[in-house]
């Protein structure tokens, strides 16, 4: 079990520096005006896209294999909480997936602004993900 979980930490930090960095790369995209600039940061988005993939779906796959380990973990609350959380991470993974398809097509969808904004998001998720798995609070009605 030990080299599940570590195997799992080593593949949600690979997940999570792709998803912190990918919409950075979407500020400096979304401010870029010079041809050339615009096409190094849609094969650099490409690139980190495939790479923060893999590592979501080898951190997802180890996180099944504790939950198969395990099963009983299931019915505890913190668990239920982090997999709603994860679920959420999944879809801004998802979001991201879709935002770099409209820049590669030249369609920007929002704003450099925007988009400083739209990178906070994982690391609120990551806060609350990582406080649950660590800590185990005892939730009440889940």
């Known amino acids: 079990m030990l080299w ?6 080593v593949f949600v930090v690979t997940w999570f520096a ?7 790369l979407f500020v400096y995209h979304a401010g ?5 600039g615009i096409e190094r940061f849609i094969l650099m988005e490409q690139r ?8 979501g779906l080898l951190a997802l796959a180890f996180g099944m294999a504790m939950i198969a380990a395990s099963p009983e973990y ?5 668990l239920q909480l982090k997999l709603l959380l994860v679920a959420l991470v999944i879809l801004y993974h998802v979001w991201c997936y879709r935002l770099a398809a409209a820049f590669a097509l030249h369609r920007p969808t929002h704003s450099a602004r925007w988009f400083r904004w739209f990178n906070e998001v994982p690391s609120l998720l990551l806060v609350a993900i990582v406080i649950l798995a660590v ?7 889940l």
């Open 135 to 141: 800590v185990k609070p005892a939730l009440r009605g």
């Open 74 to 78: 299931l019915h505890a609350p913190w």
């Open 18 to 24: 792709g998803l912190f960095y990918l919409p950075r």
């Open 4 to 9: 599940l979980k570590a195997l799992h930490v």
């Open 32 to 36: 870029a005006a010079d041809p050339a």
């Open 48 to 55: 980190l896209l495939a790479l923060m993939t893999i590592g």
